[in-house]
């Protein structure tokens, strides 16, 4: 922190661009964060004649649709139809909120180029209140899936305690990549469809809409001795985890969902670093 | 008074200037870190601008200090580098208090809130509490004269109501220094001429001014002292009549060389005044 020496009155701390200090401002921006919030949820589903409905109707649309292509038209569902559904809504939620937060980081700060040009703010907070925003969609997402479960009576296990932690993993490991594309997506225009083409491949390398091996009757279609290097993939963790607490009602493996939380950490880390290293320069290169 | 408000020593900015290409993609960057002759060619397709050199600018609280000169003199940089929205490449930016800056185009909403929530939002950004917001918010709104607009969402408003509101806010969250980039000279006559009164009756006060403008008028009535800006540099600081004195007549005397130096542009007020 550097002083101003004066003559006329007292040093003025002189603006910091410090990691802490950043931290500390974000803190006292909880306000702000949630007016953005609003505002992006609100730019989603405001203008549809349906209002707040959407938040029931998305998910369970998303997952029809996904069933008929996958389930019916590429006869995954098998001898179990109801338990694959369940399979793969599980997965297709938490993509969908990866994704969404992923791909919205990415130009966030391009978009909110009018307040990154014009006020002095912690920039954090844009792709924090995307992060969020998503989380909002994905928790509704949830909800319709428990209100399914529920009526066709899935029953629920006391493992279903361990969905928070995953959530909080998930949510954890989703900020660390929104900073990231956010800082990147900042400097270059490209990102958008770079990363268009990453999640793709990431959706079709996690077990989303096939079985990776075989277990509870079904076949799995990564061959054993790739399995590990397929696990690599922290999302293979994280939809075994959801899947673990939330349909075979049991506890997650403690092994790939510590994996999952150590690299989320490293990634939340390191996303933030490097954000806050970017930070001073995205109002120059809008 | 008395109190230093605003202390900009020696600031120099930095923009990288592409030739090529309108913006950096990834692409480009990949390929430059893989093919190593591809470098240098984009290394001198790349030049430095120095927006701000060696700029000083002291206030004290109270002051309205006008910023004056051509377009791309560096005007709007330094005032955002004053609100630390740019950081300064080199020398040291330090100002006393809450920052409020104002720039005449697009003004900082967001189109999918309400100009009602769009205070709550940019004041947040400010930093003021919700109370806060709430103990001035009518008074925004009833002197950005928007109506029935408040509760209409900012997509439909028209630029003047946008800038209308974007001096509201910035003048009732009682910022300790305010900057204005070429705002007054936006809105209608009749706004024009209130925001003025604005200004002249915060001369005085505690709040510190820094207004960018091409409007020498305004300039001279409004501010103490005037600094010129030419090319990223200070050409002249003082008094703000002097300063714009010799300003007017330094435009008025190389007419050719700057119609030489510049493509032709619409008539500029500064000229006819």
């Keep these: 922190m550097a002083s101003t020496p004066s003559a006329s009155g007292s040093p003025i701390p002189a603006y910091r661009n410090s ?7 974000l803190l006292l ?33 998303f997952m029809a649709v996904y069933y008929v292509v996958f389930g019916i038209g590429f006869r995954q569902a098998g001898e179990n ?9 599980i997965g297709l939620l938490s993509f969908r909120f990866l994704d969404g937060v992923v791909t919205q980081s990415a130009t966030c700060i391009r978009a909110n180029r009018g307040i990154v040009g014009e006020m002095r703010f912690p920039k954090a907070v844009l792709p924090i209140s995307v992060c969020l925003s998503r989380l909002y969609d994905f928790l509704w997402g949830l909800v319709v899936l428990g209100v399914v479960l529920a009526i066709i009576g899935h029953p629920i ?39 268009g083409i990453a999640t793709r491949l990431l959706f079709f390398s996690s077990p989303i809409f096939y079985f990776a091996k075989s277990e509870h009757g079904r076949h799995g279609i990564v061959p054993p001795e790739y399995l590990d290097l397929y696990s690599l993939n922290p999302l293979v963790g994280l939809f075994d985890g959801y899947r673990d607490v939330m349909l075979w009602g049991r506890m997650p493996a403690i092994d790939s969902i510590s994996y999952l939380a150590v690299l989320s950490v490293a990634v939340f880390v390191f996303g933030f670093l490097m954000f806050s290293r970017g930070e001073r320069d995205f109002a120059k290169y809008l | 008074m008395g109190e230093l408000s605003i202390f900009a020593e020696n600031i120099s900015v930095k923009f990288l200037i592409r030739h090529h290409h309108a913006e950096r993609t990834l692409r480009e960057a990949v390929l430059q870190s893989l093919v190593p002759s591809r470098r240098s060619r984009s290394a001198r397709a790349r030049q430095e601008f120095w927006a701000l050199k060696n700029v000083d600018l002291v ?31 080199r020398g040291t930016v330090a100002v006393r208090g809450r920052v409020a800056c104002l720039m005449s185009f697009g003004v900082g ?18 930093g003021l ?60 006559e009749a706004f024009q001429r209130k925001a003025g009164n604005i200004i002249q009756h915060i001369r005085g006060e505690e709040q510190t001014v820094v207004i960018a403008s091409h409007n020498m008028q305004l300039i001279r009535e409004v501010c103490s002292r005037a600094v010129w800006l030419e090319a990223g540099c200070v050409r002249l600081q003082g008094e703000a009549s002097a300063v714009c004195k010799a300003y007017i007549e330094e435009v008025r005397r190389t007419p050719q060389r700057l119609a030489a130096a510049a493509p032709p542009a619409p008539p500029s007020p500064m000229v006819a005044r």
Aim: aromatic fraction near 8%; charged fraction near 20%.
């Design chain 1, 29 to 61: 921006r909880r306000e702000t964060i949630g007016y953005l919030v609003s505002s992006n949820l609100r730019a989603g589903h405001r203008d549809k004649l349906l209002g707040n409905l959407w938040n029931l109707l998305d998910p369970l649309l």
């Design chain 1, 19 to 25: 990691v802490m200090a950043n931290l500390r401002e």
């Design chain 2, 129 to 188: 509490s919700r109370e806060k917001i709430d103990s001035i918010i009518d008074d925004v709104i009833e002197f950005s004269e928007l109506g029935d607009f408040a509760h209409a969402s900012v997509r439909t408003y028209s630029k003047g109501m946008r800038v209308r509101l974007g001096f509201s806010v910035a003048i009732h969250i009682s910022p300790d220094v305010l900057l204005l980039d070429e705002v007054l000279t936006v809105g209608d």
């Design chain 2, 59 to 89: 206030a004290q609280r109270g002051e309205v200090i006008g910023v004056i000169g051509r377009n791309g003199s560096g005007k709007s940089t330094l005032l955002k580098t004053l609100a630390g929205i740019i950081g300064a490449d």
């Design chain 1, 157 to 195: 296990t006391v493992w279903v305690v361990g969905l928070p932690v995953l959530i909080g993993i998930q949510l954890l490991l989703c900020m660390g990549l929104a900073f990231a594309t956010a800082y990147i997506g900042a400097f270059f225009a490209d990102t958008p469809n770079i990363l």
């Design chain 2, 109 to 126: 909403f967001n189109p999918n809130l309400t100009g009602r929530e769009n205070v709550y939002l940019s004041g947040s950004m400010l």
């Design chain 1, 81 to 89: 139809p109801t338990e694959f559904v369940i399979y793969l809504c």
